[in-house]
């Protein structure tokens, strides 16, 4: 059981949040973390690399003199990989590195991470986030009193929270996301995470769904 305290928007502790880490992740597999940050990783690539085998090339095949008698090195055609203007002897070509990993897996490395966040003291909890109206200038304020305005941070919320995220899109460093968007990179990547109380609510809540459907 781990103790964390709630600040609210001016930096004042107003309680303490008491989290099960056995219940949101008994244990930190770190192979499992590196297998989905790194599946993560390879969907993000853009897999469009692309150049001209000599199949592709402009010119003609024919051989470009007779093999003997000129005095010059044999040639083949001009489109040859070795002399300019010929194709590339190992042309790439666009792939896709995109792949998948079990579903189950992939939930447990996301409760894995923010259970490491919670024991590396990279995390904090605020009582809650309301804006009425996008102000960049009032969320840089309650990262600094926090202090986390040095760090990139990634701020957790319950639910997508538009004003939330209009308020901080604009401030280096620092994203937004809600509880269903999180996974292993997005949390792991950030040096500091600040949770609202309702987000960490959710958390726990799927973490009991998830030791509920495994039993």
Do not use: C, W
């Amino acid at each position: 059981m781990a103790s964390l305290p709630i600040k609210d928007s001016s930096g004042a502790e107003v309680g303490q949040y008491e989290i099960d880490l056995d219940q949101l992740s008994p244990r930190i597999n770190r192979q499992l973390l590196h297998d989905v940050v790194v599946m993560y990783q390879a969907n993000r690539r853009q897999g469009s690399a692309s150049t001209r085998s000599r199949g592709a090339v402009a010119g003609s095949s024919q051989k470009m003199y007779r093999q003997k008698g000129t005095g010059n090195a044999r040639a083949g055609a001009i489109r040859s990989g070795v002399r300019r203007g010929g194709g590339h002897i190992f042309a790439k070509q666009p792939r896709d590195y995109s792949y998948r990993l079990p579903r189950k897996a992939i939930q447990t490395a996301t409760r894995m991470a923010v259970a490491s966040k919670i024991k590396d003291e990279q995390i904090t909890v605020i009582d809650e986030l309301a804006f009425d109206t996008p102000k960049t200038a009032t969320m840089a304020g309650i990262l600094k009193v926090l202090g986390v305005d040095s760090k990139t941070t990634l701020v957790v919320t319950e639910a997508h929270d538009v004003m939330v995220y209009k308020s901080a899109r604009n401030i280096p460093g620092v994203t937004v996301s809600p509880v269903s968007d999180l996974n292993a990179l997005s949390v792991l990547t950030p040096r500091h995470m600040l949770v609202t109380k309702a987000a960490l609510d959710r958390l726990q809540e799927q973490a009991v769904g998830a030791k509920k459907a495994k039993s």
